[in-house]
Nanobody, 122 residues
């Protein structure tokens, strides 16, 4: 079992920044690649970003490339999502999740946090 707790969400104006955190406990954090996903009202949950176990490899959805940055600190069992130049369409609940494979598919992520709400006003 891995427990994940997201934090750092909130309300921000368009063009602003937020940093989300996801703290993990349970099994060895560095054994897992990590992903961030988001779900806007009335929409399906979608992939945002992924980071390898060591942090050396990252991958982003086209919609966030150049604005959002995923990183991790294995000593702190935490993965981050730095969000810059935010847009109203970034409004969603953001979730972190674990995977043992190189993937952006939701079905391949085993453990999920409860989510943190991000609201971007125009």
């Amino acid at each position: 079992q891995v427990q994940l707790v997201e934090s750092g969400g909130g309300l921000v104006q368009a063009g602003g920044s937020l940093r989300l955190s996801c703290a993990a406990s349970g099994r060895t954090f560095s054994n897992y690649a990590m992903g961030w996903f988001r779900q806007a009202p009335g929409k399906e949950r979608e992939f945002v970003a992924r980071i390898s176990r060591s942090g050396g490899n990252t991958y982003y959805a086209d919609s966030v490339k150049g604005r959002l940055t995923i990183s991790r600190d294995n000593a702190k069992n935490t993965v981050y999502l730095q969000m810059n130049s935010l847009k109203p369409e970034d409004t969603a609940v953001y979730y972190c999740a674990t995977t043992r494979v190189t993937t952006i598919e939701l079905r391949d992520y085993a453990y999920w946090g409860q989510g943190t709400q991000v609201n971007v006003s125009s």
